[in-house]
Structures are given as C-alpha cells and as structure tokens.
C-alpha cells in the first residue's frame, strides 16, 4: 500500500525531510528547536519569500516533484542574488492534501537540498500542513559579506543596460506544455527547472552595479521596477538580442513572435541590471540605456527601441 501524509503523519514527515540535513557555518541553530538561529556578520541579512500553488505555478502532469523543489528554491535563491548577497539559508511552509504520497514531499525536499547546494544554502526548518491543494512556501535568507546591497533604485542616466543569464525559455517552454505538447525538450526543461545566475549577483555588486533585479515577471515587466524605483527612462535595443534556435523554433510552431519570449517571458531568473558603461562584468550582455525622463516619455518608463511596447511586458497577479 501507498504511504500518504496520512499515514506519514506531520511529524513522520518533519523527521524524513530533515533526516542527514547539513547545515553550512552561517548556521548556529538548525532544525530541532523552535525556531532556527543564523549568523549575521556585518548586521544585515536579505530576506525574500515566494509562493508556489499547484494548478497556477506547477502542475504534476508537467512536473515532477522533484522539478517543482528546484523551481521552488531556485526563485528564491534568485531573489537574494539579485540583492548582491550570497544565499545561506531556506525555510520552507509545506501544505498538501493528507491522500498525497508521502513519496512525493520526500521527492521534493530533495529538489530544495539539490538547489541549495548549488550555492551552499542551507535548508534550517519550516512548517507542513494539511491543505486542499500542494502549497510551497519558501522564504530564503542571504549575506551581504559586508557589501551594500544593490537596489532597484540607483540606476543612473548614462548607465548600460546589461543582463546575465537565459531570457525567454521558460515562456517558451509554457507556452509547449500548454499546447500539449513535450518539445523542444530543452524549453521544456526550462520551464520545469530554471537556472539562476547566481553567481552573477554577488559579482555584478562587486563590478559596481548600480541597480539590479531578478527577471522572474518579464524582461520589460522586471526592468519597469527599475525604472521606476530609479526614477529614469530604460531603452531596450532589440539589435543586441539574440534569439536561440528553441525559441525560434517554438514560435514558428506556435504563431507567437519570437521575440517577445525573450523581452516578456519570465521564470528563467536571469538577472538584469545597470552599470557604467566600464564596469559591466565580463560575460554579461548590454542590451540597453538609462536616461533622463522628458515630456515626450517620463521618468518610470521602459521603451523598445524608443518606443513604448504595445502588447502586455509580462505576467502580473490579479491581472484580469
């Protein structure tokens, strides 16, 4: 017979997902009491937390368990990388129906250790629940190693526009598995499981960037909180985009512009950010400017190539 939650039970499962967790030295206090305790060196800590909900984020005909664990991870871990700061740290808020597998969390935690151990974060307690649907709740933690963290708000007028990471596969990739269809497997793939620059934020904070943000809503959604924190005009040139083979692919398939995968599609977690026009990292791609807002485009406002983008910039909660 199928063991379930049910049968798991609450605390079964708290000890099966802990079972051999390590924990790396920002961890002073791991699972097992209260609550968790971190160092924090320089007094600051980043936080972040994001939601996955079965049937609007994931669904298990499209994923596995395991994908939706790195998935889970990953959107956070972007987030504090996109601060300039190194992951350390995850909790995580579980809530699924008690007729569920208990195969399946188990599957899962081991997508959120996989993921974490890619940046050496590590997994310091949560919470489960019983629920009507599979909800995942993370919240990530990370250090600053004494850095300023980097803000939405400190683009300049003549900084560069420049990005690190794959923009528009995972778009690509919904857009597959809404149609019914497994290929491209390489879209597909992205759509299931992201990968993060996460390397690339600590270094953009080092090499002087002056803003920075995680692409999880769109390319001109991400950059439109930029532009508006910082209070310029952002340009995107379309002629230093590329669109690689898969999405062309996809799009000629579909009917969808190839283009607007890459300038609206979200969930690949690559980073984006402003910088002089010298201190742009190696390896990071320029795609755009900052200016001065004026009458004819106010300050807040993203354009392509000059002009204002006529179809939605990318995905919105409680859009109708």
Sequence with gaps: MTETLGSTGEFGLIAAVTKGLSTSADVLVGPGDDAAVMAVPDGRMVITTDLLIEGRHFRQDWSSAYDVGRKAAAQNLSDVAAMGARPTALVVGFGAP???PT???LELNQGLVDECELVGASIIGGDTV???????????FGSLDGR???LRSGARPGDEVAYAGRLGWAEAGWTVLARGFRSPRAVVEAHRRPQPPYAEGPRAALAGA???CDVSDGLLSDLGHIAAASQVIIDIHTKALTVPEPLQAVAAATGVEALKFVLTGGEDHALVGTFEPADVPEGW??????AEGNEERPAG???VDGAPYAADTGHAHFRS
């Design 148 to 150: 300023a963290p980097v």
């Design 301 to 303: 406002t993203v354009t």
């Design 98 to 100: 008690a007729e569920l």
């Design 285 to 290: 791609t320029v795609i755009g400017s900052v």
């Design 210 to 212: 002056s803003s920075m």
């Design 103 to 105: 195969a399946w969390a």
């Design 130 to 140: 019983q629920a009507d649907k599979i909800v995942v709740s993370v919240t990530a």
